[in-house]
Structure formats: C-alpha cells, structure tokens
C-alpha cells in the first residue's frame, strides 16, 4: 500500500499536542526496476524551528551525525507551528525512534517530535 506524499505530509501535520512519544507509521513501496537502490525515509513533524539559520541548521546538523543517516532535509516555514524534517537513512543501521530521539534530545526538548510517517522505497521492501 502506498500514501501519495501529499497525504502523508497532510497527516503528519495535522497530529499535534501531548507529550507522548509520537506515533510511527510505516509503509512498505516496491519497486520491480532492475536497478533500483532500496531506501527509508522519515517525515517527522517538528515543533519549535523559529530561523533557519540556528534551528533548522542545528536539528539538519543533528541529524546528519546519526549513524546511517544519509540525508537530511526541513521544509521549514517561518509562521508554521510544525515543520517537517525528510531524512532518508539507512533502517539496518538505525531504527526511526532514533531519529526521534535525537532530535527531541536537542535542547533538552525544544524540537518535540509530534508524528513520524516512515515509508520503504525498493524490492525489498515487501518482505519486512
């Protein structure tokens, strides 16, 4: 089963309040190109980035010295209560509740994670 990005960015959005540990959903892409490189991506809803050049580039930085993390990206408004980080990484190497982890331990929480959507792009991804 596949969510189009659209919807899931929308649903990642629209989850927010509580202290709780966010939720997680995962979806599972396959792809039957020869060729075709496996990959994960996170999109996590974070609260508190006021600038980006403190708090976008702190959690990016972050982000990226996670073991297995290859990319980090915000799709950071300023007047947006809750932006999204997109990170793709490596899911043998680091589970998604550490990303969380990470960011969340940033500041003692100033960056609380409200919602994560984790999809699996590749062949490989129908046999979890």
């Known amino acids: 089963m ?16 509580g202290s709780q540990a966010p939720a997680v959903e995962t979806v599972y892409e396959a792809y039957h190109v020869e060729g075709t490189v496996d990959k994960t991506v ?26 297995g993390v290859a990319s ?12 999204v980080a997109i990170v793709e990484y490596d899911a043998e190497v680091v589970e998604a509740e550490a990303l969380v982890a990470k960011v969340t331990a940033i500041g ?6 409200h919602r994560m959507a ?10 979890p």
């Open 2 to 17: 596949r969510i189009p990005s659209f919807l899931a960015l929308a649903a990642l959005l629209a989850s927010c309040g």
């Open 72 to 83: 980090a990206t915000i799709d950071f408004e300023k007047d947006r209560q809750l932006n």
């Open 108 to 113: 003692n929480g100033m960056y609380p994670v």
């Open 118 to 127: 984790v999809t699996h792009h590749g062949e490989a991804a129908m046999n």
């Open 42 to 67: 996170a999109e996590m809803s974070v609260e508190g980035m006021m600038c980006e050049i403190g708090c976008v580039a702190k959690v990016r930085k972050e982000l990226l010295e996670v073991p």
